[in-house]
Nanobody
Framework: QVQLVESGGGSVQAGGSLRLSCAAS????????MGWFRQAPGKEREGVAGVYGAYTSYADSVKGRFTISQDNAKNTLYLQMNSLKPEDTAMYYCAAKRLPCSPRVTALPKYTYWGQGTQVTVSS
């Protein structure tokens, strides 16, 4: 059974930073693609960043500002978010899918497992 628990969300002003964490149990980086997607009220889910092995992918809207990383020893996924903008405001979800899978951001919203989400609010 895969369980994903996100943390690290909050409220920040534009230009600020946050680091999201996702503690994963039952899913290892060698057999699962993992990533983050977000959903704002009234909008569809949007893939933000994905990772499998050395391959990472990012939505165009976050390239150069967000960085996805993994700590395999801790089985934890991270999303470092810098230079935050009001349009980044959303609920952020950690997601995972067992192989075969694609770490491309377009695939993320359809992953098999996701957590309860953590809210990120960016004020102008």
């Amino acid at each position: 059974q895969v369980q994903l628990v996100e943390s690290g969300g909050g409220s920040v002003q534009a230009g600020g930073s946050l680091r999201l964490s996702c503690a994963a149990s039952g899913a290892t980086s060698s057999t699962y693609c993992m990533g983050w997607f977000r959903q704002a009220p009234g909008k569809e889910r949007e893939g933000v960043a994905g990772v499998y092995g050395a391959y990472t992918s990012y939505a165009d809207s976050v390239k150069g500002r967000f960085t996805i990383s993994q700590d395999n020893a801790k089985n934890t996924l991270y999303l470092q978010m810098n230079s935050l903008k009001p349009e980044d405001t959303a609920m952020y979800y950690c997601a995972a899918k067992r192989l075969p899978c694609s770490p491309r951001v377009t695939a993320l919203p359809k992953y098999t497992y996701w957590g309860q989400g953590t809210q990120v609010t960016v004020s102008s």
